[in-house]
C-alpha cells in the first residue's frame, strides 16, 4: 500500500495508461482520438474550440488529430458560426465513427469494471468523489 499520494497516483495512472493504450491500439486508435469519439458520443456534435477544452488539449492538437480523424472516415467537420460572430467548425461522428465510439464505450466499461473490480458501489462512487477533490485541490493551487 501506498503511503504517499504521488506514489498511489502514479501507480494508478500507469496502469491505467497501459491498459488503456492496449485496448485503443487494438482499435487502431491514436492516444487523442479515443477522448475525442467519446466526448463527441455523448454530446452529438461541438464546436472544434469547445471540443478541444473538453478534452484538456491544445486546439492545434486537436486540430492535427481531427485531420486524422476526417481522412479516416470518423468524423466529419461543418463550417459554422460561433455566438461572436467567428467561422469556425462544429465537429459530429460519421456512421463510422458512432460504430467505433460504441466498441471504444465498450472496452471503456471493460476497463473500468476491471479496474474497480471488488468495489462495492458505494466505494466506487467515494473513491471518484474524492479523486475529483484532488483532481480541484492541485488545479487551484
Known amino acids: 500500500m501506498y503511503q504517499k499520494l504521488f506514489l498511489a497516483l502514479l501507480g494508478s495512472s500507469s496502469a491505467h495508461a497501459d491498459a488503456s493504450r492496449r485496448v485503443f491500439s487494438d482499435l487502431g486508435l491514436s ?33 492535427v488529430a481531427l485531420s486524422k480523424m476526417e481522412a479516416s472516415g470518423l468524423i466529419r467537420r461543418e463550417r459554422a458560426v460561433t455566438e461572436k460572430g467567428k467561422s469556425s467548425y462544429r465537429v459530429f461522428l460519421t456512421e463510422k ?24 458501489k458505494e466505494e466506487q462512487s467515494v473513491l471518484l468523489a474524492m479523486l475529483s477533490r ?8
Open 31 to 63: 492516444e487523442e482520438q479515443p477522448k475525442i469519439l467519446y466526448i463527441l458520443r455523448q454530446t452529438g456534435g461541438l464546436m472544434q474550440k469547445i471540443l478541444a477544452k473538453q478534452c484538456g488539449i491544445k486546439e492545434s492538437t486537436l486540430t
Open 134 to 141: 484532488v483532481t480541484q485541490n492541485l488545479k487551484s493551487d
Open 97 to 120: 465513427g458512432s460504430e467505433m465510439a460504441i466498441r471504444l464505450e465498450a472496452e471503456i466499461e471493460r476497463l473500468e469494471a476491471c479496474g474497480l473490480r471488488g468495489f462495492s
